[in-house]
């Protein structure tokens, strides 16, 4: 979370932010980031800085993957990975493991 507020920090100087409002988080579910650790995270280490007041917005983005058998895309049931049309259980990730900023608001002076 610390790299989050320097980044932002870092872009908000760059924009002439004095005060951001919001940013938005991506999370995948395999990341095992949960969301009430990284807001708790946040409120700790945002005190101080430009986006201390700001609203945290996390998007969970559930597990996609793709069997390299049928190309079938699904949601697995997890904790299982096997394909659900063919039961293959080798799998290539669409989605559920990123972890990143997608964006943040704020306000310039005057």
Same mark, same amino acid.
């Given at each position: 979370?610390?790299?989050?507020i320097n980044?932002?920090? %870092?872009?908000?100087?760059?924009?002439?932010?004095?005060?951001?409002?919001?940013?938005?988080?991506?999370?995948?579910?395999?990341?095992?980031?949960?969301?009430?650790?990284? %807001?708790?995270?946040?409120?700790?280490?945002?005190?101080?800085?430009?986006?201390?007041?700001?609203k945290? %917005?996390?998007?969970?983005?559930?597990v996609?993957?793709?069997?390299?058998?049928?190309?079938?895309?699904?949601?697995?049931?997890?904790?299982?990975f096997?394909?659900?049309?063919?039961g293959?259980?080798?799998?290539?990730?669409?989605?559920?493991?990123?972890?990143?900023? %997608?964006?943040?608001?704020?306000?310039?002076?005057?």
């Amino acid at each position: 979370m610390q790299s989050v507020i320097n980044l932002v920090e %870092e872009k908000a100087k760059a924009y002439g932010l004095v005060k951001v409002t919001k940013i938005k988080l991506v999370v995948g579910k395999m990341t095992m980031a949960f969301p009430e650790a990284l %807001e708790m995270a946040f409120s700790a280490l945002s005190r101080g800085t430009v986006a201390q007041s700001a609203k945290l %917005e996390i998007e969970q983005r559930e597990v996609r993957l793709r069997c390299p058998n049928c190309e079938l895309e699904f949601v697995p049931e997890l904790p299982y990975f096997t394909c659900l049309r063919c039961g293959h259980v080798a799998y290539q990730f669409i989605q559920g493991r990123e972890l990143y900023l %997608e964006y943040f608001e704020g306000e310039g002076e005057g």
